[in-house]
């Protein structure tokens, strides 16, 4: 019970001369909430048709909870709860025709289960597909994920679509599915979302993995963006030697720059100057990704 959820290595796949993803090294530990980032066209849904066996490596291999994805993929995919990032349904059933066909085909939904998922979803059952918005579509999509109550849940873009209060519900059930000891991997390029529901993070750019980070350290680590306003026009020169401190600008009365670490220092340096008010924040996980793109994090406190 101790292998990983989800497990590659070197996994790559091309289109023709067109890069899927390629030499990915992945490894998702059971129990938690994985994000996996990146903007369209970075090769995360590729990974995720690799792992439920939806189309084949070019080379590299992976498995999901011990399975291997191409030699075992009927029973790795029975652990599975998948909701794809286009759910392609049957439009001219209803929502509870659907359901009750998708359980048919498999063995560990439960009725009750999938009621109770349903009511908490909002779903729109007693109506034909072809009629709903697609958020009501994708409520169904979530709904046949999470009702088998799978070991591992796949989630491509899982949020799209959804309003906010559904979105809330969301972030509930994958909490729960997580205090079980259940896992969640999740593709998304909405970043605030990952932010709210994740453990760790991996960044795809291009079909090539940039970085894989620990939520919780990022958020410990990251600098801080901080406004001095001043009764006096402040001068940059004291700020300049103290340590964790850069991107120093002046405005009028005010002061902006980014600080790795304690403030004191900073309030100190800005005592002649008679502050009179402190606005400090940090940046989001946006923020720190578009940085990981190479767009600068705007450095000034509004």
Same mark, same amino acid.
């Given at each position: 019970?101790?292998?990983?959820?989800?497990?590659?290595?070197?996994? +790559?796949?091309?289109?023709?001369?067109?890069?899927?993803?390629?030499?990915? &090294?992945?490894?998702?530990?059971?129990?938690?909430?994985?994000?996996? *980032?990146?903007?369209?066209?970075?090769?995360?849904?590729?990974?995720?048709?690799?792992?439920?066996?939806?189309?084949?490596? +070019?080379?590299?291999?992976?498995?999901?909870?011990?399975?291997? $994805?191409?030699?075992?993929?009927?029973?790795?995919?029975?652990? /599975?709860?998948?909701?794809?990032?286009?759910?392609?349904?049957? %439009?001219?059933? +209803?929502?509870?025709?659907?359901?009750?066909?998708?359980?048919?085909?498999?063995?560990?939904?439960?009725?009750?289960?999938?009621?109770?998922?349903?009511?908490?979803?909002?779903?729109? =059952?007693?109506?034909?597909?072809?009629?709903?918005?697609?958020?009501?579509?994708?409520?169904?999509?979530?709904?046949?994920?999470?009702?088998?109550?799978?070991?591992?849940?796949?989630?491509?873009?899982?949020?799209?679509? =959804?309003?906010?209060?559904?979105?809330?519900?969301?972030? %509930?059930?994958?909490?729960?599915?997580?205090?079980?000891?259940?896992?969640?991997? *999740?593709?998304?390029?909405? !970043?605030?979302?990952?932010?709210?529901? $994740?453990?760790?993070?991996?960044?795809?750019? &291009?079909?090539? =993995?940039?970085?894989?980070?620990?939520?919780?350290?990022?958020?410990?680590?990251?600098?801080?963006?901080?406004? !001095?306003? $001043?009764?006096?026009?402040?001068?940059?020169?004291?700020?300049?030697?103290?340590?964790?401190?850069?991107?120093?600008?002046?405005?009028?009365?005010?002061?902006? $720059?980014?600080?790795?670490?304690? *403030?004191?220092?900073?309030?100190?340096?800005?005592?002649?100057?008679?502050?009179?008010? /402190?606005?400090?924040?940090?940046?989001?996980?946006?923020?720190?990704?578009?940085? *990981?793109?190479?767009?600068?994090?705007?450095?000034?406190?509004?």
């Amino acid at each position: 019970m101790n292998e990983s959820a989800i497990l590659c290595r070197g996994l +790559t796949k091309f289109y023709g001369r067109t890069r899927g993803i390629e030499a990915l &090294d992945l490894e998702v530990r059971r129990g938690e909430v994985f994000g996996y *980032l990146g903007p369209n066209g970075a090769g995360k849904t590729t990974t995720i048709r690799l792992l439920l066996d939806l189309i084949r490596p +070019t080379s590299g291999e992976a498995s999901i909870l011990g399975r291997d $994805c191409r030699a075992e993929s009927p029973g790795a995919r029975q652990a /599975v709860g998948y909701q794809p990032g286009e759910f392609n349904l049957y %439009e001219n059933l +209803t929502g509870a025709q659907l359901m009750t066909y998708i359980a048919s085909l498999r063995s560990d939904v439960d009725t009750a289960t999938l009621r109770a998922y349903a009511n908490r979803l909002g779903v729109i =059952l007693d109506r034909p597909i072809g009629t709903l918005s697609h958020g009501n579509k994708q409520k169904l999509a979530l709904l046949q994920a999470f009702a088998p109550r799978p070991e591992l849940l796949i989630l491509d873009e899982p949020t799209n679509g =959804l309003d906010p209060l559904v979105r809330q519900v969301f972030h %509930e059930m994958v909490r729960e599915v997580r205090d079980e000891g259940r896992t969640v991997f *999740l593709s998304s390029h909405d !970043l605030s979302e990952v932010e709210k529901t $994740c453990d760790r993070i991996a960044t795809v750019k &291009d079909g090539r =993995l940039v970085a894989i980070e620990d939520v919780a350290e990022l958020r410990a680590r990251s600098l801080r963006l901080v406004r !001095l306003d $001043c009764a006096h026009e402040p001068s940059a020169e004291p700020f300049a030697p103290l340590e964790g401190v850069d991107r120093i600008e002046i405005a009028g009365r005010s002061l902006h $720059c980014r600080v790795r670490g304690p *403030l004191g220092p900073v309030l100190n340096a800005a005592a002649p100057f008679e502050v009179i008010d /402190v606005i400090s924040r940090k940046p989001s996980l946006e923020e720190f990704f578009l940085s *990981l793109y190479g767009r600068e994090v705007a450095d000034h406190v509004e």
